[in-house]
């Protein structure tokens, strides 16, 4: 109950006893005699009652505080709500609300601004304002655990704030205090709903399987990704106004996993480079052969390519005196 309403009724209560206590209070001024004309015109003396004194006072008194309870009771049903807050109208320190028959609760809230509600109820502000889970520097970045459970460091950013339509039960259940709720419920679920979005994220799969080049990761999916998490993990409960991703750094580990795959691929890429070039050659050796046995001769040939110069006694085949024809 708001004290100033406490203050009226108190206030209240004592007029109402100095109005009683008034008849007790007040008494007559002693009986006067006065002379006037009589029957006959013949003087008779009169006896008339005193004036009433110390009557006037206490009902003044009594009205003066009535007025001023008045005021106080006013003041109890004028309530303000400062901007992005949720007032939570409550009674006896307890959210006020009606239950439904599918068993939640309508709770009475207002928004911002000024509002009028009984003088025995009271309006309460829980915080709605956005806050910064802020692990947006290479100082002080997130910990999370990606693909292998393989442990890495995130910067990461999250705007966010206690959903309106939760706000009287997160204003009962955390005891008014907002921090707890910002400690006990937010902070531990956007946690949870990040290593959940990066439980998948494999930095292996950013590299180049033709050339072995790491390419540097792209987090921008991973914005909405995270949001979602968050939204998914509770509720109707947490509003995420922004997510912000910088960059990830990898463990001394998995920094050693990924330039051995890079090794291996470049390697890889390589040998099929040879293997292609080397197809090439042949293509090309084989299309002078038919064009030119000689000029083909003389390219198989190698240290005994002047052995070439027998091509006219072998009936034109010069690879059977180097061993290259059949």
Not at 182 to 209: E, M, Q, Y
Request: charged share 20%; net charge neutral.
């Amino acid at each position: 109950m708001p004290e100033s309403f406490i203050l009226a009724l108190i206030l209240a209560g004592i007029a109402f006893l100095i109005l009683a206590a008034a008849p007790l209070i007040a008494r007559y001024r002693p009986m006067t005699e006065r002379t006037v004309a009589g029957k006959y015109g013949m003087p008779n003396k009169v006896q008339e009652q005193g004036e009433r004194v110390g009557y006037k006072t206490p009902i003044a008194l009594a009205t003066f505080l009535l007025v001023l309870a008045a005021v106080f009771t006013a003041n109890a049903s004028f309530n303000k709500v400062p901007l992005n807050n949720v007032g939570i109208v409550t009674q006896a320190n307890k959210p006020v609300g009606k239950e439904l028959p599918n068993g939640t609760t309508d709770w009475e809230t207002t928004g911002p601004g000024y509002h009028w509600i009984e003088p025995w109820q009271k309006i309460e502000e829980w915080d709605a304002n956005y806050e910064r889970w802020d692990h947006l520097s290479e100082q002080n970045p997130a910990q999370v655990l990606i693909a292998g459970l393989q442990p890495a460091k995130l910067e990461i950013a999250v705007d966010y704030a206690p959903h309106e339509s939760q706000a009287p039960q997160q204003f009962k259940d955390y005891k008014k205090e907002i921090e707890r709720w910002r400690t006990n419920r937010a902070l531990p679920t956007i946690t949870t709903a990040v290593n959940s979005a990066f439980k998948d994220f494999d930095p292996l799969a950013g590299i180049d399987p033709n050339t072995g080049q790491v390419k540097t990761p792209d987090l921008a999916p991973y914005q909405e990704k995270v949001k979602q998490a968050i939204l998914a993990a509770a509720p109707g409960e947490i509003k995420v106004k922004a997510v912000q991703i910088g960059y990830i750094h990898y463990s001394a580990e998995t920094t050693k996993q990924i330039n051995a795959r890079a090794a291996l691929l470049l390697q890889s890429g390589n040998l099929k480079i040879e293997k292609a070039n080397q197809a090439l050659k042949n293509q090309i050796t084989n299309e002078k052969a038919q064009a030119d046995p000689l000029t083909r001769c003389i390219d198989q040939a190698g240290q005994y390519a002047g052995l070439c110069g027998l091509l006219k006694n072998n009936g034109g085949n010069a690879s059977v005196l180097v061993g290259t024809g059949k």
